[in-house]
């Protein structure tokens, strides 16, 4: 059995990575959290890019020993130069629903509406030996106003044209069949699992 840790305090990304192995890889691979491995400390994201804090992230597991995993992600928006970019979480300094607003508030009377989440997922060996990173990206306009209560986030002002719907209007399974993290998931399993194997 291969133990992995997922940098992260999000309990969502724990699930979600368990159930990709789970359903994605033959391999015997245990998805462990910080907590599992009594990590209590603080998480820094000093990168620039998605790549840099995603690897930044994984390191912190890496360096007690284990195989360390972690995704940075976030929404970049044409009109405003690819902002929030890697701050999406920090917008506004509040919560989502503030993010939500700020974005809003930003775009009024902006006809270019087109944006993109991004997620990079990074994998960190204690030894470097096999260090790697995978991107996913999903392309889709930012609404004038929000339509959907599900997912989290920047969702209910996604619009997925595909879908002719926003992602906080649809199921997690079928976000994730297209969105960023799905696709980083996916081909972070598919790399992880050549590596380990
Ligand atoms: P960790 O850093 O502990 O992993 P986090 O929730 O802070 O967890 P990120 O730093 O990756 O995660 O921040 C991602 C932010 O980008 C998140 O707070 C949302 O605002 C936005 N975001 C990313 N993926 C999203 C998605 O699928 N749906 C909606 N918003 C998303």
């Not at 974005?103 to 006809?111: A, D, M, T, V, Y």
Request: hydrophobic share 35%; glycine share 10%.
């Amino acid at each position: 059995m291969i133990k992995v840790v997922l940098a992260t305090r999000n309990k969502n990304k724990i699930h979600e990575l368990r159930t990709f192995f789970r359903e994605l890889s033959d391999l015997d691979i245990t998805v462990l959290s910080l907590d599992d491995i009594g990590y209590y400390g603080e998480i820094e994201e000093c990168g620039n890019t998605f790549e840099e804090n995603a690897i930044a992230k994984a390191s912190v597991p890496a360096r007690l020993g284990y195989i360390g995993i972690a995704d940075d992600s976030g929404i970049c928006v044409d009109a405003l130069g690819g902002a929030p970019g890697i701050y999406s979480a920090r917008f506004s300094g509040g919560d989502d629903e503030a993010n939500n607003d700020l974005l809003l508030q930003k775009l009024e009377g902006e006809s270019e509406r087109g944006a993109k989440y991004v997620c990079a997922m990074a994998c960190v060996f204690p030894d470097h030996s096999k260090d790697f990173t995978v991107r996913g990206e999903c392309y889709g306009k930012i609404l004038t106003e929000r339509h959907g209560d599900g997912g989290f986030g920047y969702d209910p002002l996604f619009y997925y044209e595909p879908f002719g719907k926003t992602f906080a209007e649809v199921d997690l399974a079928k976000k994730n069949k297209v969105s960023h993290r799905g696709v980083a998931m996916r081909s972070f399993i598919k790399k992880i699992s050549k590596v380990l194997s």
